[in-house]
């Protein structure tokens, strides 16, 4: 079993930057892909980025503002937020994956093992 916390949620103003960690415990491996899906009220789970060995995803709704990092020697993944909006308030979900590619991590139906969440909020 892999066990994820997410910290580093909070309130911010729009235009502002957050950076969030998953700490990751148990039987872990720097082969599992990493991510983050978020959550809003009343909406589905949605992908927000991954990290594989050698290579990062992005939904397009946050592409050139976050960034995703992973440090396998602390096995912590990261993600920077910056130029923060209203509608990036939501839940955030760490998530691990075993398996799969590039295209199939953007599900949720591919992830193995999954954070209880960090609330970003975003004020206008």
């Known amino acids: 079993q892999v066990q994820l916390v997410e910290s580093g949620g909070g309130l911010v103003q729009a235009g502002g930057s957050l950076r969030l960690s998953c700490a990751a415990s148990?039987?872990?491996?720097?082969?599992?892909?990493m991510g983050w899906f978020r959550q809003a009220p009343g909406k589905e789970r949605e992908f927000v980025a991954a990290i594989s060995w050698l290579s990062t995803y992005y939904a397009d709704s946050v592409k050139g503002r976050f960034a995703i990092s992973r440090d396998n020697a602390k096995n912590t993944v990261y993600l920077i937020m910056n130029i923060l909006k209203p509608e990036d308030t939501a839940v955030y979900y760490c998530a691990a994956a075993r398996g799969g590619n590039g295209s199939s991590w953007r599900s949720p139906r591919a992830i193995n093992y999954w954070g209880k969440g960090t609330l970003v909020t975003v004020s206008p």
């Open positions: 148990g039987r872990t491996s720097s082969s599992y892909a």
